[in-house]
């Protein structure tokens, strides 16, 4: 097992009521999946707020016959049985559906092009490069996600991981009621470990900071944001050589427990 060391540094907009249930499934992990636009098959399909299922907020009816999908959550449900969830989005209204019932349409529309998926995560022509080197229009491209590229690259000579950069996103999206403190404590841990190839002895450092000014990111807010939680240009040039993966939540996808300008930074020594 990974041990870790942790530095410090809009739910559904529909006018249908919500319906709180007891708690019917525990979420194992998440997975990011590529932004697809997809078909909606059953109409009368429950949605929850939630990845854990707590709250029930009306039907697929509520949000047309196409949405888009964007995250997955793996979860165990009261009778042992594991099942895939997916969430979505129409506009600023998001939901968790079973994936069953959405299907991909001939003509929907990715942001990401996947070479292959390896322990559930999507690994790109850019893995395990410097962060000099990487093709950041294929990972980040000039949308939603474009500041973790200026982020990542605030980390000279660092190592870019496919594994950690969707661990990172993971992370900063998890719902409310999750517990963050020992989420690497989990079955993330052995993901990070089989990904990388890496001595189960090594200690990840998790940097957490928050850019505090709205979008767009700027590089400078970043790195006052860095510098805040304790790394300066200094202490990051030090973890040259280190693989990494960092995301900065965006404004526009704040919501059940993360916040705009939330930013995680995973760095595990390459040995």
């Not at 991981?161 to 900063?172: G, H």
């Not at 719902?175 to 990388?196: I, P, S």
């Not at 705009?260 to 390459?270: D, E």
């Amino acid at each position: 097992m990974l041990s870790l060391a942790v530095v410090a540094g809009g739910v559904l907009g529909i006018g249908t009521m919500q319906t709180t249930v007891h708690a019917s499934a525990s979420v194992r992990y998440y997975t990011n999946i590529k932004n697809q636009n997809v078909t909606v098959t059953n109409a009368n399909a429950p949605v929850w707020t939630t990845a854990s299922l707590k709250h029930r907020s009306g039907t697929m009816q509520n949000y047309g016959t196409t949405v888009q999908q964007y995250y997955a959550a793996h979860i165990r449900k009261r009778n042992g049985k594991t099942y895939v969830y997916y969430k979505f989005r129409v506009g600023k209204k998001t939901g968790w559906v079973w994936h069953g019932y959405l299907k991909t349409s001939a003509t929907s529309s990715t942001t990401t092009t996947p070479n292959k998926t390896v322990n559930g995560i999507t690994v790109t022509n850019s893995d395990k490069l410097p962060v000099e080197k990487v093709d950041w229009n294929s990972i980040t491209g000039n949308g939603t996600f474009s500041a973790d590229k200026t982020l990542m690259q605030l980390f000279p000579n660092a190592i870019y991981s496919d594994a950690l950069y969707s661990t990172a996103k993971s992370y900063n999206n998890l719902d409310d009621g999750v517990d963050r403190g020992n989420y690497f404590d989990t079955d993330e841990t052995a993901t990070l470990a089989k990904n990388l190839g890496v001595n189960s002895s090594v200690t990840p450092v998790i940097i957490k900071a928050s850019v505090s000014e709205p979008e767009p990111f700027t590089k400078t807010a970043i790195e006052t944001a860095l510098t805040k939680a304790g790394y300066d240009a200094t202490k990051r040039a030090q973890f040259s050589g280190w693989y990494i993966g960092g995301s900065i939540e965006p404004d526009s996808w704040a919501d059940e427990g993360a916040y705009g300008g939330m930013t995680t930074i995973i760095l595990i020594p390459n040995k």
